[in-house]
């Protein structure tokens, strides 16, 4: 069984920095495309940014570019994002799950694994 969880939230300033982690177990991530994503209550979850394979290659939402950084380890199947200058509005539950580059959307095989995900809250 597939599980992906994330951690690293919590609450910050604005103009803070919090560092979050997900892990996969069940499942390689290394064979995929990486990425986080976010949702506020009542909204769709919203692409925040992707990592190909080899980590060579990353995309951002234009909300976050600049600020956020995502990365991978293979060898511990765990993708990262680092998240800098924070503002109110990246308050938002974080999850991690596997992503089309170019689309930005979930694969349909990866769909039901969104997991727990991780609360971020920014203070004004």
């Known amino acids: 069984q597939v599980q992906l969880v994330a951690a690293g939230g919590g609450l910050a300033q604005a103009g803070g920095s919090l560092r979050l982690s997900c892990v996969a177990s069940?499942?390689?991530?290394?064979?995929?495309?990486l990425g986080w994503f976010r949702q506020t209550p009542g909204q769709e979850p919203e692409f925040v940014a992707a990592i190909s394979r080899s980590g060579a290659t990353t995309d951002y939402a234009d909300s976050v570019k600049g600020r956020f950084t995502i990365s991978r380890d293979n060898a511990k199947n765990m993708v990262y994002l680092q998240m800098n200058s924070l503002k109110p509005e990246d308050t938002a539950v974080y999850y991690c799950?596997?992503?089309?580059?170019?689309?930005?959307?979930?694969?349909?095989?990866?769909?039901?694994?969104w997991g727990q995900g991780t609360q971020v809250t920014v203070s004004s």
């Open positions: 069940g499942r390689t991530f290394s064979s995929v495309p």
């Open positions: 799950n596997a992503v089309l580059l170019g689309t930005r959307q979930v694969p349909q095989s990866w769909n039901d694994y």
